[in-house]
């Protein structure tokens, strides 16, 4: 047979492969789909056995990220709902709601019969109807081994006066999706993009939804003018104006090796036009603002702050190598002023000594001038501080953190301002971190949990910071990290282990995965795969490539390189062992 020959049996060869590839993969989408549902529903029905509203004070909740965090309209009260932990093995999924005392500094858990499913990456807005009612839109279900998501598109409400969930059934709403934004303009909730992933596709939106809070109903805005590009987890404000602002977000393309994307850094505004015609329009522009605007990243959060301004918290900026992800993680704030249209960063300005309110005298002089000296050979500028924390598993956890100018003229007086005033120490902030949650009440910004990583192991944190975002002097600590909170296991170990649903676990594992899974963790150390005989070796070392760019389309581009490979190869083995 000649060349030509070759390559062409070559090709339909290939084809075949793929299509049958196709069909295996569709169903087992379809039986994960099914899978999930199923647990959601178990799930239901053990949240339809309370009846009756249960309050209980409570230590803080446990660690989590991607929930929301809200302020009540009437109280001084923060409240908690949702989330997600990962601890190497399962993914966690929760529907908890939390209640915090500003005033007292004191967590509550409360219990409502019929609460929404578990959920995280959903959305939450505050409006300050009969005594204040939380709405929560979206959000995704994952399964244990995070690589099945089912997307939510349902609508609930909790009325914060009388304690209860009521979920709301309306037509032509958005598709089921997370990551997207929400924020109550006026007398609409506004929510505007987002993604869905399943093991066929992985879709960004740039659509915008807008639902009536007076009639109850669902409308698909259709914005003159060029709107952002589809992206999720973008910073989305409202002006008192009824304007909306989108800056920032993230998405993904799938290449032929590497999945690559944009950290977006472009800013959009939406207004309505027409205000009190029966038909509203609305209009996309693009915004060119002036200032200091925040480096790339993905993952940060958002909040709304005194002054006509929002703010920006925190973040990732991820360098895609091609075997690995290292992150450069943020706690920087960024504040932009809808009015000027401008941005800036947040500068802690330190606390006021009270040692200096009471120096008198020419000593008080003489040290004065000294402080001076001593800051005129030291020009203030931000320091980097290295934290060491050990976790209860003997893991030691490295946290850099970036301290201010001012806090470097308390570090040059600390053992004379200790004699004095007792305790002043070290200026302190949230380590870096991804995916916080915040809330701001009274102009006071609280930020709770969120994760950051050390090579492959993610910590997930359960503090609670605040700073007053109109004396930006420094941050308060209300709740610290507990070590002992940290728990990680290694891939190595049994992935079987403990497989109840007890608790808020995201659900079982399929059995053939779990035993893909741990028959691809016994060479992980070389390549995530199983130890293949010389045959099984040379035909996925001819073939890698082609597992692996089928295996990324099928989990999709945020899919971890690592875990990709994994995949890949379990795929080989499986066409392998069933073509022999």
């Not at 569709?26 to 009846?51: P, V, W």
């Not at 639902?211 to 590009?229: E, Q, R, V, Y």
């Not at 709740?479 to 909170?485: G, L, S, T, Y």
């Amino acid at each position: 047979m000649g060349k030509k020959g070759k390559r062409e049996k070559k090709g339909k060869g290939a084809e075949k492969t793929a299509a049958k590839m196709e069909r295996k993969v569709s169903r087992r989408a379809k039986k994960e789909e099914e899978d999930l549902e199923a647990l959601i529903a178990e799930f239901q029905s053990l949240d339809a056995k309370k009846t009756q509203v249960i309050e209980t004070s409570c230590p803080p909740p446990s660690p989590r990220l991607n929930g929301s965090l809200s302020a009540h309209p009437e109280k001084d009260e923060l409240i908690l709902f949702g989330g997600e932990y990962f601890n190497g093995q399962k993914t966690y999924l929760y529907n908890e709601l939390y209640v915090y005392n500003i005033r007292k500094n004191s967590w509550s858990k409360v219990e409502i019969p019929n609460p929404p499913p578990r959920r995280c990456a959903h959305q939450a807005a505050v409006v300050p109807t009969a005594g204040g009612q939380l709405w929560v839109f979206g959000g995704e279900f994952a399964s244990p081994n995070g690589e099945q998501f089912y997307h939510y598109k349902d609508l609930w409400v909790l009325h914060l006066a009388t304690k209860t969930w009521e979920q709301i059934k309306a037509s032509g709403g958005p598709s089921g999706r997370s990551g997207h934004r929400m924020v109550a303009c006026k007398r609409q909730l506004i929510i505007f993009g987002g993604f869905h992933e399943s093991a066929r596709d992985y879709i960004y939106y740039n659509d915008v939804y807008a639902f009536n809070l007076d009639s109850f109903t669902w409308s698909k805005l259709a914005p003159s003018g060029i709107g952002p590009a589809p992206r999720s987890g973008c910073q989305m404000a409202t002006s008192p104006e009824g304007s909306i602002i989108i800056y920032g977000g993230y998405s993904k393309q799938v290449g032929e090796i590497l999945c690559k994307g944009p950290r977006h850094t472009d800013m959009s505004l939406l207004k309505t036009e027409g205000a009190g015609k029966e038909e509203e329009k609305w209009a996309w522009s693009r915004l060119n603002p002036s200032g200091v605007k925040p480096t790339p990243r993905s993952g940060f959060s958002v909040a709304i702050g005194p002054n006509n301004r929002s703010l920006l918290f925190g973040g990732v900026h991820d360098e895609e190598e091609e075997e690995s992800i290292e992150g450069d993680f943020f706690n920087d704030i960024y504040f932009y002023d809808m009015g000027k249209n401008r941005w800036f960063p947040g500068q802690l300005k330190g606390p006021k000594s009270e040692k200096r309110k009471r120096r008198r005298g020419r000593q008080a002089e003489a040290e004065g001038a000294e402080d001076e000296e001593m800051e005129k050979q030291h020009p203030q500028g931000p320091v980097e501080i290295v934290k060491e924390v050990v976790a209860e598993d003997g893991t030691v956890m490295t946290i850099k953190q970036v301290i201010s100018g001012p806090a470097e003229e308390k570090e040059t007086s600390e053992s004379e301002e200790e004699g004095e005033d007792g305790a002043l120490g070290q200026q302190v902030e949230p380590c870096p971190r991804s995916n916080a949650m915040l809330a701001v009440k009274h102009g006071v910004l609280y930020v709770y949990g969120g994760m950051f990583e050390v090579g492959d192991r993610q910590f997930t944190l359960s503090d609670l910071y605040s700073i007053d975002l109109h004396k930006m002097e420094e941050w308060k600590v209300l709740v610290e990290m507990d070590p002992k909170a940290q728990e990680w296991l290694e891939e190595s170990e049994s992935d079987e282990e403990d497989d109840g649903v007890e608790g808020a676990e995201g659900g079982e594992e399929e059995e053939e995965s779990s035993e893909e899974e741990s028959e691809d963790e016994e060479g992980e150390e070389q390549h995530p795969s199983v130890q293949p005989d010389e045959k099984h070796a040379d035909y996925l070392a001819r073939t890698e490539q082609y597992w692996i760019k089928l295996a990324r389309s099928n989990m999709g581009p945020d899919a971890k390189e690592k875990k990709v490979v994994k995949v890949a190869h379990a795929m080989a083995k499986t066409f392998y062992e069933d073509s022999v």
